[in-house]
């Protein structure tokens, strides 16, 4: 099974002079239990796109195909709640949610909101704290007083808490310092393959998407550019460098190589590789 | 919320929208003193032509004008009624399920509903044709003669064109956050009381905890350009009375004269 976008349109304040399309007529097809990567530059749709996908947006023309849902333009849909529940979307600054008098009781109201029981729904979120890397003695802190970057592990353990299939992260990254980001995208590839989770990560960082992601999906003026496996994109990065993306350091590395001199075939793709690739050369001259 | 169009800025260019904020608002408060004169319905006869005549003038059409009272609508009829009921003098007009309607009270009470209109009408030509910060920058120089008596003109203009510039903000806000919550599964619809209560504290806090937060930033970049609160400043604006202006002012002082004289004769 995977998701499925088609012919989806979303027109925001349609039938008025602000009338604007975000999305037209959108053709897609995301892989379950792969990471997959949205890019695009600001504006373009990503932020519209991913909301769909928990049905906050439900689409002014198209269906879309969840988590074996059917979600079509023009009828009310069943079962929104319990998607919301399966495919877990966190926002943009995520840390702006956050409003319990403990961060347990705030990572918990996401599960307890689905039905689930107190007891279960404070175990749910112990995990979800060990996942994001917060020890106990912050259970009982108030989440409104820890740090930017801890804040932002407690609303992602919030959605994390309600168990869902499918992780929609919407640039989960953005403002945090190196080592967090780091370790977050970490825990994202964790969940991805040992949890088996989806994992759909909205980014302007072509180093996470390279390292960390399986598929790419790039959004242009509301129009899907290109949807590829990562190693696909960045083979040959004129493709890239023609939607003005700036491929990640090590394919650069790759290139100027090869414009100094070097043959390096475009199927090397990481460090590693092209390390090898080097010494090889290298020494075939020497 | 496209739809509601009471006291909001319409973005023309007209004779009206180039004239002085401060003389606007003057010629508005004197129009609204006129209305409670009781000057019977040739003095409102007189009023509505003019301000008709500046409405027309302003480029609105009576289309805008009509939406912006449609809020009000309502309270008006339900002040009519209260009023016909109520009120018990003069002579009976007619009788309708044993309640008596009084010639008298619905004189009155159609007297209250026009002046409702007539004051909606007359604050929509100045809010409608004078921008939001305009607007401000008017109230306070206006209020510049108080300050001898403490008012603190700059503070309320720089209160109200703060307060003003972020409404479109929260609103934003308010509809993230509420996303962010109905991905956790919030139901802002349904729900028992005290799910909805929690809904609603799920809203309201992230909200007070992002309004504070923008306040100190704001604060901290006004203080970082160098704004201290009852410094004499200097203005990017300056606002400039023309004859036009003057002649604004003196039309409207006119008209309340000639509402005075007109109740008097009655």
Redesign the interface.
């Known amino acids: 099974m995977s998701i499925t976008f088609e012919n989806v349109s979303y027109i925001y ?1 349609e039938g ?1 002079p ?1 009338r604007y399309e975000a999305l037209s007529e959108i053709n897609l097809e995301i892989e379950e239990g792969k990471m997959t990567a949205v890019i695009g530059e600001t504006g373009s749709g990503k932020s519209t796109l991913v ?1 769909h996908l ?1 049905a ?1 947006l439900l689409p002014t023309k198209g269906t879309v195909h969840i988590l074996g849902r059917t979600i079509e333009a023009g009828t009310q849909p069943k079962g929104l ?1 319990s998607l ?2 399966d495919a ?4 943009q600054f ?1 840390e ?4 319990e008098e403990t961060v347990i009781k705030d990572i918990a ?2 599960p307890k ?2 039905g689930i029981s107190e007891e279960e729904a404070l175990k749910r979120a112990r995990n979800a704290m060990k996942l994001v890397g917060l020890d106990e003695q912050y259970e009982e802190r108030s989440p ?1 007083e820890l740090s930017g970057g801890q804040k932002r592990r407690v609303a992602i353990a ?2 994390l808490a ?1 168990d869902p299939k499918v992780l929609v992260l919407d640039e989960p990254t953005a403002g945090l310092d190196p080592m967090s980001t780091v370790r977050m995208m970490e825990l994202f590839r964790k969940l991805n393959k040992e949890h088996g989770k989806t994992v759909l990560i909205v980014t302007h960082d072509m180093e996470q998407v390279f390292r960390y992601c399986d598929n790419v999906i790039v959004v242009e003026h509301g129009r899907i550019r290109t949807q590829s496996s990562v190693s696909e994109f960045f083979r040959d990065s004129s493709v890239c460098r023609g939607m003005n993306i700036l491929p990640p350091a090590m394919i650069r590395m790759r290139d100027l190589l090869n414009e100094n001199g070097f043959d390096i075939a475009d199927t090397v793709m990481d460090t590693e590789a092209l390390v090898n690739a080097v010494e090889r050369q290298v020494k075939r001259h020497g | 919320m496209g739809e509601f169009t009471l006291g909001r800025y319409m973005p023309l260019d007209s004779p009206i929208h180039r004239m002085d904020p401060r003389a606007k608002i003057m010629a508005m408060l004197l129009c609204l003193i006129a209305i409670f004169i009781p000057a019977g319905w040739i003095g409102y006869g007189v009023m509505f032509v003019v301000i008709s005549g500046v409405i027309l003038r302003a480029g609105l059409s009576f289309r805008f004008v009509w939406k912006s009272m449609k809020p009000m609508m309502i309270m008006m009829i339900f002040l009519f009624i209260m009023n016909c009921v109520v009120l018990r003098t003069g002579d009976v007009l007619f009788t309708v399920f044993g309640i008596s309607i009084y010639k008298e009270a619905v004189l009155q009470t159609l007297y209250i509903v026009v002046r409702l209109l007539l004051m909606v009408m007359i604050t929509t030509c100045l809010t409608a044709t004078t921008k939001p910060l305009d607007m401000t920058l008017g109230i306070e120089d206006l209020l510049k003669p108080f300050e001898r008596i403490h008012v603190p003109a700059h503070e309320i203009a720089m209160l109200i064109s703060i307060a003003l510039r972020f409404i479109p903000d929260l609103i934003e806000e308010t509809q993230r956050i509420m996303k962010a919550q109905e991905s956790r599964g919030v139901d802002l619809k349904e729900g028992s009381l005290k799910e909805k209560i929690m809904a609603i504290l799920s809203l309201i806090v992230p909200l007070f905890v992002s309004a504070f937060q923008r306040a100190e930033d704001l604060a901290n970049a006004m203080e970082a350009r160098g704004y201290a609160p009852g410094e004499p400043r200097t203005r990017y604006k300056v606002l400039k009375m023309t004859t036009a202006d003057w002649l604004l002012i003196g039309c409207a002082a006119l008209l309340l004269a000639a509402m005075i004289v007109l109740a008097r004769m009655a």
């Open positions: 304040s008025t602000f909301q928990n906050l709640k919301r529940g877990g979307l966190v926002f995520p702006y949610q956050l409003f109201f996401g909101n689905f409104l919030g959605i309600m």
